[in-house]
């Protein structure tokens, strides 16, 4: 017999910008198809609920604190996040790729994440080339 695969958690980020061809009324449409769709799959256990963020932000590094942004390239803006949870990458991706929003203008970026704690060590996204 078949069991499952466990689920991984996936880290979403929505990233870019609404098409600005686009009337607000198919935007404030896609929006709410969106939230109905959000709660369907949480409901359903296949997502975990983010949050919107703020145009406000900080960027703190060794070089102190940067409070005057933005700090991104338009094209790099996240406005939001959530989870997925999935057995594989692709299947996250699947997911996301029924996301009412997309044909507007936005895009998703899919991360696994890691269940380990960090570790010099290990080869991460924070290891230079």
């Known amino acids: 017999?078949?069991?499952?695969?466990?689920?991984?958690?996936?880290?979403?980020?929505?990233?870019?910008?609404?098409?600005?061809?686009?009337?607000?009324?198919?935007?404030?449409?896609?929006?709410?198809?969106?939230?109905?769709?959000?709660?369907?799959?949480?409901?359903?256990?296949?997502l975990k609920t983010g949050q919107r963020l703020s145009t406000d932000g900080a960027v703190v590094s060794k070089s102190g604190i940067i409070m005057d942004g933005p700090f991104g390239e338009t094209k790099e803006v996240v406005g939001g996040y959530w989870t997925i949870l999935a057995p594989s990458l692709r299947e996250a991706a699947a997911l996301a790729a029924e996301n009412p929003c997309l044909p507007f203008g936005l895009q998703m970026e899919i991360r696994p994440i890691e269940p380990t704690c960090a570790s010099a060590y290990d080869v991460t996204n924070e290891t230079p080339a």
């Open 1 to 46: 017999m078949n069991q499952p695969s466990p689920l991984s958690e996936y880290l979403v980020l929505s990233r870019g910008k609404w098409d600005k061809d686009a009337s607000k009324a198919d935007i404030e449409a896609a929006i709410g198809k969106f939230y109905d769709w959000i709660s369907l799959n949480a409901e359903a256990g296949r």
